[in-house]
């Protein structure tokens, strides 16, 4: 939790790689944002995980198991399972400024708590609970990254660079970075990386729906679906994790 981290990092060529190709998935992310729901784009992101397991498989000259497969379907099914319930209408791209504050505080009031009960934790457990609030963290940036999108797409470069939604989102973008990559280096990356990539599209829902209102379908039924896709792709995600780290390992080794 220092940023002496962050400069001792990028020291290293393969992380300066990794931040690379995660600057290149943002841009795609902001134009995401730029003309769809929150509650749609957010979600969506935990596909990568689909793809990093048999990167990792292929570089650690592996096989995924019948585990993996099976993680991978519950994803799947699950992340499926739920936009097509939930239907995220395309809602707003702004709300007042009274609101974004509001919004703002309470994240940071969220992130701090996480952070404290973090601290003289087990290296696991502290591990997944900078995570978590690197999730918040990160649900709140995609808010202002959707904001700071429609802003330079209805009225320009100008508008979108001297808003306060830039700001917000440089300092918000850092303080995830800073949070996400202590939790790397806390525990093993399975302590991390499940809560970390669950975390961030549940915020990002909230959000969509009680912030820009983006209409999700609600009623028994429909609640009930939405629940159980959600935790279909959370137990997909920890399994995937799981091989991940394993994957991970096995390069290291």
Not at 72 to 83: N, Q, T
Not at 146 to 174: C, N, P, R
Request: proline residues 3%; charged residues 10%.
């Amino acid at each position: 939790m220092r940023l002496g981290l962050l400069t001792r990092l990028m020291r290293r060529p393969v992380w300066l790689v990794g931040i690379g190709s995660d600057g290149a998935a943002y841009v795609l992310q902001f134009v995401a944002l730029g003309h769809g729901a929150l509650a749609l784009v957010q979600p969506l992101l935990v596909s990568g995980l689909l793809f990093a397991l048999p990167l990792g498989a292929f570089l650690a000259r592996t096989r995924m198991s019948g585990r993996d497969w099976s993680g991978a379907i519950a994803l799947v099914v699950g992340l499926s399972l739920f936009l097509l319930v939930s239907s995220p209408g395309a809602g707003h791209a702004n709300a007042s400024n009274m609101t974004w504050l509001m919004l703002s505080i309470i994240c940071a009031l969220a992130i701090g708590l996480i952070v404290l009960a973090a601290q003289g934790r087990s290296s696991r457990l502290r591990a997944g609970l900078l995570a978590a609030a690197a999730g918040v963290d990160y649900g709140l940036t995609a808010a202002y990254t959707k904001s700071a999108a429609h802003l330079l797409l209805d009225h320009g470069v100008v508008a979108a660079i001297t808003s306060w939604e830039a700001y917000g989102l440089v300092i918000a973008g850092v303080l995830g970075m800073l949070l996400a990559q202590s939790a790397f280096q806390s525990g093993p990356l399975d302590a991390s990386l499940p809560v970390l990539t669950v975390m961030d599209p549940i915020v990002s829902i909230v959000i969509g729906a009680a912030v820009l209102g983006e209409g999700i379908r609600t009623g028994l039924g429909a609640t009930t679906l939405e629940l159980a896709g959600l935790a279909l792709m959370t137990v997909g995600v920890f399994v995937l994790s799981r091989a991940e780290d394993a994957a991970v390992n096995r390069q290291a080794a």
